[in-house]
């Protein structure tokens, strides 16, 4: 507790410090010298938008044109780690990019439960990794914060109303104050009840992050602060599938009456405002994380009729990292039965509560040298760096009593190449990464990628490789707290993917492909057991992606993806999925953007993963396989200036004409995990310009 009012004050001082900045003006970031402090002031004077104007001279008429760029806004952004400059999406075509699950995953029945990719996706990450990721897609995370550059400050205000009062809220803020500070603050809060019982969701998200840079362009700071709590109740699955058959009667018309796993007890609740669950999943994550650099280069200037414009070209970096991260992982069920346990689960069950916690904290310092072989193209550089990293974990078990920890110190190496060329032909990535000290030497990863720009309608042909060595996840280690069975010493996870994607912008055509090779898979194959696969299999996967324009109004997004693994993988996954919107679109009414239709999602039949809310991990299985209808959405979509409005009737699929025109014909996302009935949902996505 102490240690998350330590971080929430850190935040809340921080915001306050960017208020207290004094108001400079804001100047464009595309402006020529691009600083306020690089321009003869002499000779300028700013709006009431802080946009630079030139003086009228003396004697001339004080009668000035109003300037039509005075309600405008130019706002850009870089990812970190990037820089690359991007503009915002103001599309409504495709509802599934506004939200946090990408359309590929398949969640557990609810908005906010655990969920996995269709895709296969290994983890291709070395080094420390604690092994929780089914709650991943609800988390902030450092390589998805947005640096802008904004000449007004901007405001997006988000809140989508679903069944079962499913809810979700968004509101994030950037301005700059002057041009050479920008503050940024996002807070996203997600709480849906479900439709079974015990299946609720309440997540909480914050980031704050700020962009610093001095006035002669030399020193340049960093800064992000995360905050994440991600809690989502654990049912373990109805107890029998039969019970869905009874839905269209009037005996049993509720989901949520249906007897569950776990959870099914009077203390179960469907209240939207209450985070408390009888078994239930909790991870929180605080992340501080602090870059400063400093530049030795060339300065130029441009001299003009009215005023010089002072340039700087860095040639040489300095660069210091230094990174504080708490995790904490819990289940926890607060009303165990164990006659439950022992059918469902092959578990004994004792006490009044059975709670699992692994604790970790990773504090790493990095330093870096950077170098910029031409002045004018700062997207081409070599880096190479040197990182300590400081592990500290702490795991109680399942009494709660019970408590030990363990040290890990690690020294790491990287080297990084980037270049794309100022004919903006090609771009090259390398970069490569070494445990070369401490618990996980010898981990490593190798990355390769060139893409080539080829013709005037920006079609690219990009091909990679990448290798990673990593040791496999802490959750398979004896010394975590959760009850997961290691079949003992573990060998270091190699995985290889070699990836080309083809893009043909002119006929809107998008190839991709991947092939795997995969030796030591580390995988869960039950409740409790872990196992690792040391012979070597592969997987393919080819996708593609193609906009059919079928009249003025009418249009055809599909999506199809084809994967097959050989050899003894130990894997589950669809061999065919697709994702198709047929939508009739335009621009009506001047101010109105329209786009409505169906959409229509389906994998094949295939035996999916199972669950362990035990260890927070989907395993593999071969005794259940899905047969599934295909999803059918119906949506409206449409925008009128900068409001953005999403209506949407889900689940169509879900009718059953036997049961006299009634939704109770589920799909499954794993065994005995239903996913939901008919659907409706509502969302405004609504910008301002301050």
Same mark, same amino acid.
């Given at each position: ?196 019982? !015990?299946?609720? &969701?309440?997540?909480? *998200? ?5 962009? /610093? %840079?001095?006035?002669?362009?030399? =020193?340049? +700071? ?104 708490? !995790?904490?992982? &819990?289940?926890?069920? *607060? ?5 439950? /346990? %022992?059918?469902?689960?092959?578990? =004994?069950? +004792? ?340």
């Amino acid at each position: 507790m102490l240690k998350n009012s330590l971080f929430k004050y850190l935040a809340f001082v921080l915001i306050m410090l960017a208020a207290s900045f004094s108001a400079h003006a804001q100047i464009p970031s595309n402006f020529p010298g691009g600083l306020s402090n690089n321009i003869d002031t002499s000779k300028f004077t700013y709006d009431s938008q802080g946009r630079p104007i030139r003086k009228a001279a003396k004697g001339s008429d004080s009668l000035q044109h109003r300037n039509p760029f005075e309600d405008s806004i130019t706002i850009t952004f870089r990812y970190f780690d990037s820089t690359r400059q991007r503009k915002l999406d103001s599309s409504i075509s495709d509802f599934n990019a506004r939200m946090p699950l990408p359309a590929s995953y398949q969640e557990l029945g609810n908005f906010g439960n655990p969920a996995r990719p269709l895709i296969f996706t290994p983890n291709m990450k070395p080094g420390f990794d604690a092994g929780f990721h089914a709650l991943d897609p609800y988390r902030y995370k450092i390589e998805d914060t947005r640096f802008f550059q904004t000449t007004r400050p901007y405001t997006e205000l988000t809140y989508l109303l679903g069944s079962k009062s499913e809810q979700m809220g968004n509101l994030w803020h950037t301005q700059n104050r002057g041009s050479n500070f920008n503050f940024t603050f996002d807070f996203r809060f997600i709480a849906s009840p479900g439709a079974f019982r !015990n299946q609720n &969701s309440n997540h909480s *998200n914050l980031r704050v992050n700020t962009y /610093y %840079q001095t006035k002669n362009r030399r =020193y340049t +700071s960093y800064f992000i602060f995360l905050n994440n709590k991600l809690r989502s109740g654990e049912n373990g699955g109805i107890q029998n599938t039969s019970n869905l058959d009874s839905l269209g009667s009037s005996s049993l018309s509720d989901p949520y009456s249906i007897p569950t796993r776990l959870g099914n007890t009077a203390f179960a609740s469907r209240n939207v405002f209450s985070a408390s669950f009888v078994a239930g999943t909790t991870y929180t994550e605080n992340t501080f994380l602090y870059r400063h650099q400093y530049d030795f280069g060339q300065k130029d200037s441009i001299v003009t009729d009215s005023s010089t414009i002072k340039l700087f070209y860095p040639r040489f970096r300095v660069q210091h990292t230094f990174r504080y991260t708490k !995790n904490t992982y &819990s289940f926890q069920d *607060n009303d165990p039965e164990p006659a439950n /346990y %022992q059918q469902y689960f092959g578990m =004994y069950a +004792s006490g009044d509560t059975i709670r699992y916690k692994d604790s970790w904290s990773d504090l790493t310092n990095e330093l870096a040298i950077i170098s910029f072989p031409e002045k004018n193209n700062l997207n081409q550089y070599l880096k190479v760096s040197a990182g300590w990293q400081l592990l500290q974990g702490q795991f109680d078990y399942y009494n709660g009593y019970t408590t030990y920890g363990k040290n890990y110190n690690n020294v790491y190496v990287t080297g990084e190449y980037r270049n794309r060329t100022r004919n903006q032909k090609w771009e090259v990535e390398a970069i490569g990464q070494g445990f070369v000290a401490g618990a996980f030497a010898g981990d490593y990863s190798a990355l390769l990628s060139l893409k080539s720009f080829i013709g005037k309608g920006r079609n690219s042909l990009e091909m990679g490789f990448h290798n990673v060595n990593r040791t496999p996840s802490f959750v398979y280690n004896i010394g975590s707290s959760f009850p997961s069975l290691p079949p003992g010493s573990l060998n270091k996870e190699n995985i290889t993917r070699l990836f080309a994607t083809v893009n043909l912008t002119k006929l809107q055509i998008k190839l991709t492909g991947e092939y795997y090779l995969v030796t030591n898979y580390a995988y869960f194959d039950s409740f409790l057991t872990a196992k690792q696969s040391a012979s070597l299999f592969n997987v393919l996967h080819v996708g593609a992606e193609k906009h059919f324009k079928l009249s003025k109004y009418w249009n055809l997004y599909t999506e199809v993806h084809l994967q097959q693994k050989a050899g003894d993988a130990p894997i589950n996954m669809p061999l065919l999925y697709t994702r198709d919107r047929i939508a009739f679109e335009g621009n009506f009414f001047k101010n109105l953007f329209l786009a409505t239709g169906l959409e229509f999602r389906y994998y094949t039949s295939y035996n999916t993963d199972n669950y362990s809310p035990f260890t927070g991990q989907f395993f593999y299985q071969n005794s259940f396989s899905t047969s599934n209808r295909p999803d059918i959405n119906l949506f409206l979509n449409f925008r009128i200036k900068s409001f953005k409005g999403f209506i949407r009737l889900e689940n169509l699929n879900s009718l059953e004409p036997k049961d006299g025109l009634k939704f109770t014909k589920y799909n499954f996302s794993g065994p005995y995990y239903p996913t939901r009935g008919l659907w409706f949902r509502v969302g405004i996505w609504w910008s301002f310009v301050n």
